[in-house]
């Protein structure tokens, strides 16, 4: 889970660590400083993955995490990449 050692830079002020769940980054888990994260697949199974676009779910420490309302009560799919780093900034700043 999240290591202060293994921090990346998102932007010039939100920081993250990494761990790839399945090899060749087909499922990677996000973690921010704030406790929450982002599960990001791209996949034959996953919500774009055959369009090479990306599914995004929250997390909360390593668990998922679904809201009663809003965005965040399902995962979401079929997400270029840059909308999933824009949703990553979100989440990073909950």
Same mark, same amino acid.
């Given at each position: 889970?999240?290591?202060?050692? %293994?921090?990346?830079?998102?932007?010039?002020? #939100?920081?993250?660590?990494?761990?790839? #769940?399945?090899?060749?980054?087909? !499922?990677?888990?996000?973690? +921010?400083?704030?406790?929450?994260?982002?599960?990001?697949?791209?996949?034959?199974?996953?919500?774009?993955?055959? %369009?090479?676009?990306?599914?995004?779910?929250?997390?909360?420490? %390593?668990?998922?995490?679904?809201?009663?309302?809003?965005?965040?009560?399902? !995962?979401?799919?079929?997400?270029? +990449?840059?909308?999933?780093?824009?949703?990553?900034?979100?989440?990073?700043?909950?």
């Amino acid at each position: 889970m999240y290591d202060p050692n %293994d921090l990346k830079e998102l932007t010039s002020e #939100i920081m993250y660590t990494e761990r790839v #769940i399945r090899k060749p980054n087909k !499922v990677v888990r996000y973690y +921010f400083e704030n406790g929450y994260g982002a599960s990001v697949a791209c996949h034959e199974g996953s919500y774009g993955g055959p %369009d090479g676009l990306y599914e995004m779910a929250l997390l909360k420490g %390593d668990n998922l995490h679904y809201e009663e309302s809003g965005i965040w009560s399902d !995962v979401i799919g079929y997400l270029t +990449f840059a909308e999933v780093w824009a949703y990553m900034k979100e989440i990073a700043e909950y």
